[in-house]
């Protein structure tokens, strides 16, 4: 009787260690903000870059796109610098004496319109990233329910309604 008792209380201690399927990372949320840019929140604060490369590197999959996120962003400044500094060279130009420089404000047009390209591509690269993670977390895309907005017309008049 001792025998079996030992038994299964070896097998149920077996049974509770190894019963979680799941890790113990909370997922990232992704908000929008008032110009619909992304913001990240892990554990209800809001996420600095640093913060999201950290909680992204425990990923591989996650943390690859990321990198290539970075990447792009690197890129996309200095093209940005180099583009304001262009079309602002092109008009400033003016203001002491000089004539306009339209080739100076077509270099700069390119470089900056392609950095903000380049930009918008590394923030789509990153929410994937993020996507990614959570998936692979075992979350859902979507782990902020949606909030439905519409306009009720009944007998008591006009109303805004709000499903959750």
């Not at 903000?33 to 913001?39: A, E, H, R, V």
């Not at 262009?86 to 270099?107: C, K, M, P, V």
Request: aromatic letters at 12%; glycine letters at 10%.
């Amino acid at each position: 009787m001792k025998q079996l008792i030992v038994t299964l209380l070896v097998l149920l201690s077996c049974t509770m260690s190894f019963g979680q399927n799941r890790s113990d990372a909370l997922p990232i949320i992704i908000e929008k903000g008032i110009l619909n840019q992304d913001f990240y929140k892990y554990e209800g604060k809001r996420m600095n870059m640093f913060k999201l490369n950290a909680v992204l590197n425990q990923d591989k999959e996650a943390s690859g796109l990321n990198q290539r996120a970075n990447i792009l962003l690197f890129l996309a400044l200095p093209g940005a610098f180099a583009g304001g500094l262009f079309l602002g060279g092109a008009g400033s130009n003016t203001l002491y004496g000089g004539e306009f420089r339209y080739d100076w404000l077509a270099i700069g047009t390119v470089l900056f319109t392609s950095s903000i390209y380049v930009a918008v591509s590394s923030d789509m690269l990153r929410k994937r990233a993020v996507i990614t993670y959570n998936s692979n977390m075992g979350f859902s895309y979507d782990t902020k329910p949606k909030r439905l907005y519409k306009l009720i017309l009944n007998g008591n008049g006009i109303g805004l309604g709000m499903d959750f």
